[in-house]
């Protein structure tokens, strides 16, 4: 679980198995019913973390992003200015809605949001515009 959450990766209880089973083949756990049993009473809880989801997984949200950065090249490529705007990062909010999390210390973010990500831009003046 642990090992997940420093590699950024959410754990979810199939994830956690097939990690164990990687490393341990004689783990008596087969099922993410059972495994997902002894997570509860060894303390890991599976909890909220924040108000919106995001759906980082879905191939959707996946080629938004390209379509994003395939605009910006497109944009630097032309001599476009690209002027960014604000304090807020695109990786806001970036968690799930639900995820494991440890019992005992209540530690559940995936990852320190300070000074990290890529400021949203705000306006593009073209030369022409100038």
């Not at 108000?51 to 080629?63: E, N, Q, R």
């Not at 990062?89 to 019992?103: A, H, I, L, P």
């Amino acid at each position: 679980m642990h090992s997940l959450l420093a590699e950024r990766i959410y754990p979810t209880v199939a994830k956690v198995l097939i990690r164990i089973r990687t490393t341990d083949a004689d783990f008596p756990v087969q099922s993410s019913t059972t495994l997902w049993r002894w997570m509860r009473k060894i303390g890991f809880k599976y909890q909220r973390t924040s108000k919106v989801k995001v759906p980082l997984d879905t191939l959707t949200f996946m080629a938004a992003r390209a379509r994003y950065f395939a605009s910006l090249d497109e944009l630097r490529s032309t001599g476009t200015k690209i002027f960014w705007y604000d304090e807020t990062w695109t990786n806001q909010n970036e968690e799930k809605r639900f995820v494991w999390t440890d019992g005992m210390t209540g530690k559940r973010r995936m990852r320190d949001r300070q000074n990290k990500g890529i400021h949203y831009f705000y306006f593009i003046l073209d030369e022409h515009h100038l």
